[in-house]
């Protein structure tokens, strides 16, 4: 059988004999939108909770009234093409120009796009009519909103917190500590400062480090994800436009109104129709990131990892196809990996930085199986961080499934979309 790997913006081909025992493992299908602008209109007229856009604008009303359409970075893709002018349009009907919009992307702490980038992401269309504002995790003028229970700072970006009204537009998909990306992610982390960034991704790792449990597509009891929504909630309410995604990027739902009841619907819509029910544990998983954007770099392609791993028993072995062309995706990610165990976990608890957690995540995985990865990153990368490069995938496959006669094996052609409800034990 032939399999087809997604590698960056082209594919890598692959031969399991008939006689394997191979299971295909994909996201299950959803049907996309027939009309995104109409379901948009839709969504923003009769909200799952809260007035509708048209009331919360006209309650906020004023001569030279500014409002920030808060949208996300390359890395949420979301169908915003034709998302965007559906929105504008709205607020135009609603008597705000477009020359009072400001979209502002939440990068978090993501480096900036190029303008080509941010062209392509959400439309010439949207792109021509209103002004584009990149957050800057670092920017001097953040300002302080207030300290969550855990102890929080929460700094945001004072184009947010000037505006009349503010509008999030984004994508609600799982995320492995988080629990779900999007709704208030866009407000925090993803307009705030770094050091609030750093103390909220500091609590997953003390969570995990204290106990064992799987915290993605949970908001409760996942101190993350409580802290960001009780972050958010210290700023000024914003409106919030959410999207559900199906297998294959484009919208296949939307809800809008306040962001609490709408995150919570959405996400209970993700886990009834996108995740997998899996009956056992596999010991040889073949996979792709599923192409670009996931596999730009590695701690984009760690998301398809971690879904991978979860399918995989103890000592069994993941074959990944994830590019990395743009490297590691931070300068300082695989300094984390020069660490002996006892020095890495003290210095997680003691002065967390950025994507220790997914550090964490990546060695408790490769302590567990081995993963083979054909990717561009360079071999001495690779191996730092405990896995195995390869540069013939054919090779290595036929070389795994030698060494394990009769191995249960398990094909993810879309690994960072593969999201499983239950993992049987083994």
């Known amino acids: 059988m032939r399999l087809h790997l997604a590698y960056g913006r082209g594919a890598i081909g692959v031969d399991v004999a008939p006689t394997a025992d191979l299971e295909t493992i994909a996201p299950p299908p959803r049907p996309a939108l027939d009309d995104v602008p109409a379901a948009l209109r839709d969504a923003v007229h009769r909200p799952q909770s809260g007035p509708a856009l048209a009331e919360v604008i006209?309650?906020?009303?004023?001569?030279d009234m500014r409002v920030a359409l808060v949208v996300a970075d390359w890395t949420r893709a979301c169908g915003y093409p034709a998302l965007l002018p559906a929105v504008l349009d709205e607020l135009n009907g609603c008597g705000?120009?477009?020359?009072?919009?400001?979209?502002?992307?939440?990068?978090?702490?993501?480096?900036?796009?190029?303008?080509?980038?941010?062209?392509?992401?959400?439309?010439?269309?949207?792109?021509?009519r209103a002004h584009i504002v990149h957050h800057d995790c670092d920017a001097v003028d953040l300002a302080a909103v207030g300290r969550t229970s855990r102890g929080t700072n929460v700094r945001l970006n004072p184009r947010y917190l000037d505006a009349d009204a503010a509008i999030t537009l984004g994508a609600v998909g799982f995320h492995y500590f988080a629990g779900f990306g999007g709704g208030p992610k866009l407000v925090f982390p993803g307009v705030a400062g770094r050091a609030g960034v750093l103390a909220n991704h500091a609590l997953y790792v003390r969570q995990?480090?204290?106990?064992?449990?799987?915290?993605?597509?949970?908001?409760?009891?996942?101190?993350?994800?409580?802290?960001i929504r009780e972050a958010a909630a210290l700023a000024p309410p914003a409106f919030s436009i959410q999207c559900l995604l199906n297998e294959r990027g484009n919208p296949a739902g939307i809800v809008a109104g306040a962001w609490d009841k709408s995150q919570d619907a959405v996400c209970a819509r993700l886990r009834e129709t996108a995740m997998l029910e899996v009956t056992r544990r596999y010991d040889v998983v073949i996979a792709s990131c599923g192409g670009l954007p996931r596999d730009i770099n590695l701690i984009q392609a760690h998301k398809a990892v971690d879904n991978a791993?979860?399918?995989?028993?103890?000592g069994g072995t993941l074959l990944i196809a994830a590019e990395c062309g743009e490297g590691a995706g931070s300068d300082t990610f695989l300094d984390w990996f020069n660490l002996d165990e006892d020095t890495f976990v003290e210095r997680l608890e003691s002065d967390y930085q950025l994507h220790?957690?997914?550090?964490?995540?990546?060695?408790?995985?490769?302590?567990?199986?081995?993963?083979?990865?054909?990717?561009?990153?360079?071999?001495?990368?690779?191996?730092?961080?405990?896995?195995?490069?390869?540069?013939?995938?054919?090779?290595?496959?036929?070389?795994?499934?030698?060494?394990?006669?009769?191995?249960?094996?398990?094909?993810?052609?879309?690994?960072?979309?593969?999201?499983?409800?239950?993992?049987?034990a083994g």
Request: a positive charge; charged letters at 25%; hydrophobic letters at 40%.
């Open 96 to 128: 705000v120009p477009d020359a009072a919009i400001t979209l502002l992307v939440a990068y978090g702490t993501h480096t900036r796009q190029s303008d080509e980038a941010s062209r392509s992401l959400y439309g010439d269309a949207a792109c021509g």
């Open 309 to 314: 791993c979860e399918l995989l028993r103890d």
């Open 208 to 227: 995990v480090l204290r106990e064992s449990r799987r915290l993605k597509g949970t908001l409760a009891g996942n101190a993350c994800a409580e802290d």
């Open 58 to 63: 006209g309650s906020r009303m004023r001569p």
């Open 356 to 424: 220790g957690g997914t550090a964490l995540a990546l060695r408790r995985k490769t302590a567990r199986c081995r993963i083979m990865m054909k990717t561009a990153l360079p071999t001495d990368a690779v191996r730092r961080t405990g896995l195995v490069p390869v540069s013939d995938l054919q090779g290595a496959l036929e070389h795994v499934l030698r060494e394990t006669p009769g191995a249960r094996v398990a094909y993810l052609p879309d690994a960072a979309e593969s999201v499983v409800r239950d993992v049987p």
